[in-house]
């Protein structure tokens, strides 16, 4: 397990030098994250009003940090409005110890004490203009500040965005940089999440991805997937699947499908894709996924895939259909 383990991080360092740290990252080709306030009804969207990222700055990186959102107001242009503007969405950033490691935070809902570790910094945003399609820069942050982990060789950072008044549909990015008012990214830095909430395109030619990293414990998986509004198809491609349908949601329910994990498959990346249909074309569709394995644990869906994107190889499927 340790080896694997070692693999996923070298692996990781060596494919994340080369790109960039957009949250949602350009592979998966989401436009927004999505939280809604907490006024708001389950059936636009959102499941729980929370949403949970990490982020990961590798050990040898040694220069302040910051944590940049972009569109972190409720108002104007990217958000969703419902009736008045009147939601208020906060933002808060945890280091130290537990901030990754406490069981609660890596739990799909916002129970317990998931705002585990130091509370480093916060901020509530509501009507905005002046962050209205434009950044607001968290920080600087020392990598220490972070909880050092040793399986990822570096220091995680968290950040939970709560819809904790009204009812509107908040739309955003993140973007960690080595700067305060531009985006750079930092060398070998990834960012994950246990469940990702997130908006489609509204062009239906547009196919968004999440990629689950499937370590070598994992035998099988259950990919879970929220309020798709039978927007198309929820495909799944590996080294050894080509394109597996998954059972999609329709309006304001989970839907869950469960399947084995194949050997080739360990240590990687699985591609989910969510292919929208053409017609009629749905538009301004909100989604909440999740996989857990067998011991019902979460796995991270890491922005930069490790081992890259996976890629379907024609001798390992042949070999798994005879089976
Ligand atoms: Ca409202
Ligand atoms: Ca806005
Ligand atoms: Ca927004
Ligand atoms: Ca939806």
Redesign the pocket.
């Known amino acids: 397990m340790k080896k694997a383990c070692l693999l996923g991080v070298v692996f990781f360092l060596c494919y994340c030098s080369l790109h960039s740290q957009p949250v949602p990252a350009g592979d998966e080709n989401i436009p927004f994250l999505m939280t809604f306030g907490n006024k708001a009804e389950k059936s636009w969207g959102d499941d729980d009003f929370s949403q949970t990222f990490f982020f990961l700055i590798p050990e040898s990186f040694k220069q302040p940090i910051f944590i940049r959102v972009f ?1 972190p ?7 969703e409005q419902n009736g008045e503007w009147d939601t208020k969405t906060s933002y808060e950033i945890f280091g130290g110890v537990g901030c990754y490691s406490n069981k609660d935070a890596q739990e799909t809902d916002p129970k317990g004490n998931y705002k585990s570790g130091n509370m480093m910094a916060s901020k509530v945003f509501t009507v905005n203009p002046r ?3 434009n950044w607001y820069t968290f920080g600087p942050f020392n990598p220490t500040e972070g909880e050092y982990v040793s399986k990822f060789g570096g220091y995680v950072i968290k950040i939970i965005a709560e819809g904790i008044a009204g009812n509107d549909g ?2 955003y990015r993140y973007f960690l940089s080595t700067s305060f008012n531009e985006n750079k990214p930092v060398e070998g830095g990834n960012a994950f999440a246990f469940e990702y909430s997130f908006r489609m395109w509204d062009d239906p030619n547009q196919v968004s991805h999440i990629y689950p990293f499937v370590d070598d414990r994992t035998i099988s998986v259950k990919l879970s997937n929220f309020d798709w509004d039978e927007d198309g198809f929820i495909r799944t491609v590996s080294v050894a699947r080509r394109g597996q349908m998954s059972k999609v949601s329709n309006d304001n329910i989970w839907v869950e499908d469960e399947f084995k994990i194949f050997d080739e498959e360990k240590t990687k990346s699985l591609d989910i894709q969510f292919i929208k249909k053409k017609t009629p074309p749905v538009k301004n569709n909100n989604v909440v996924v999740n996989v857990r394995n067998q011991y019902n644990e979460l796995l991270p869906f890491y922005v930069i895939p490790i081992g890259g994107v996976p890629k379907y190889d024609y001798n390992i499927g042949v070999k798994r259909q005879q089976q």
């Open positions: 569109d107001d409720i108002g104007g242009e990217n958000d962050y209205d399609n908040n739309l």
